[in-house]
């Protein structure tokens, strides 16, 4: 066989197993379980979200383990792990979830800090001479666990999920949807005051809590007197050469601010740019006179009362003479005669 005849033998060779392989890829299929690409993005999902408890967590290094919906340990074991580990958070306290593992079979999420104690690595390493050594991240923190820990358990392996359907898997004990009280207050205020507390900035016309939402506690306060004689106070953020906030209040809103920038500018508004109803109205219409409720009756209407009424004259009463005789009493009717 002369050697021109070896390459055609190997392009054949090459060509009966291209179905094959092509076969073989039809065969396996998409995979449904979660790809690392689908962990990351759960784990950015979940990680430092702030959630309300529904259940007891205890102070135990398993916690909870929800499969197929239903929770375990029981309440009534909870409580006995209570009683002997203590607990992490009540029903309706607020918690945060410190860290997300996925494995194998499970997704484990580890609630404030977990119920395990951690140290640096750096309080390991100790350097000394002369027989002696020194930590050198200083002497050993006793960092007691205060958390715990929900895992939710597969039969086979994680399939794909999404951030939505684990929050949805953990609602027998966690409520991602409850709000706080600063959260529920803000979806009261007008959207503008909304976009605005969202972006720290101070409004004219805004009131007290909401600078505090807006700005948070104020560093300084003073109080004074304007050319008028009108008092005032002043809430004062940020400090030199920083840019510096003068948030003015006459009584409860803000009526004035002052912004002095890092580039030496000054920047003064006075002009109300967001109008609040005013707390007086508020109070006058949820305290309108009432009308005098008339006493129940049992006449007809258009009825005259059969009693005469105080305007008229009521019956003179004959006093009888006294035994013995003698002159009435003094003011009283004569007797007859």
């Not at 962990?39 to 408890?53: G, K, N, P, S, Y």
């Not at 409520?175 to 205020?189: G, H, S």
């Not at 002095?260 to 309108?288: C, F, H, N, W, Y």
């Amino acid at each position: 066989m002369s050697r021109s005849c070896f390459p055609l033998l190997a392009t054949a060779v090459l060509l009966l197993q291209v179905p094959v392989l092509a076969g073989d890829t039809k065969s396996s299929g998409p995979s449904d379980r979660m790809t690392s690409q689908d962990r990351i993005a759960v784990i950015r999902d979940l990680t430092a979200e702030r959630v309300f408890v529904r259940r007891t967590l205890p102070l135990d290094e398993k916690g909870l383990v929800i499969k197929n919906g239903k929770v375990t340990p029981t309440e009534p074991q909870v409580e006995q792990l209570v009683l002997t580990k203590g607990f992490a958070a009540h029903p309706g306290d607020r918690v945060v979830i410190t860290d997300v593992v996925v494995k194998e079979k499970s997704i484990v999420l580890e609630i404030n800090g977990g119920a395990k104690k951690k140290e640096k690595w750096y309080q390991h390493v100790s350097v000394g001479m002369g027989g002696g050594t020194t930590p050198i991240g200083g002497a050993p923190k006793s960092l007691e666990a205060t958390g715990s820990v929900v895992t939710i358990e597969f039969d086979k392996y994680v399939p794909e999920l999404t951030g939505n359907q684990i929050r949805a898997m953990l609602a027998p004990v966690f409520d991602f949807k409850a709000l706080t009280q600063a959260e529920a207050y803000e979806k009261t205020l007008p959207p503008k005051v909304q976009e605005a507390i969202k972006d720290h900035k101070v409004l004219v016309g805004m009131d007290r809590d909401m600078v505090v939402y807006a700005m948070g506690r104020p560093p300084q306060k003073i109080r004074d007197k304007d050319a008028n004689g009108v008092d005032y106070e002043e809430w004062i953020y940020g400090t030199p050469p920083q840019e510096v906030q003068f948030v003015r209040f006459e009584g409860p809103v803000v009526t004035r601010l002052e912004i002095m920038t890092v580039d030496g500018q000054k920047i003064v508004r006075t002009q109300k740019e967001v109008d609040l109803p005013s707390q007086e109205t508020e109070v006058a219409k949820k305290t309108e006179p009432q009308q005098p409720t008339a006493a129940p009756t049992l006449r007809r209407p258009g009825e005259q009362p059969d009693v005469p009424s105080d305007t008229q004259s009521a019956p003179q009463v004959e006093r009888l003479p006294p035994i013995g005789g003698g002159a009435p009493p003094t003011g009283a009717p004569n007797g007859p005669d």
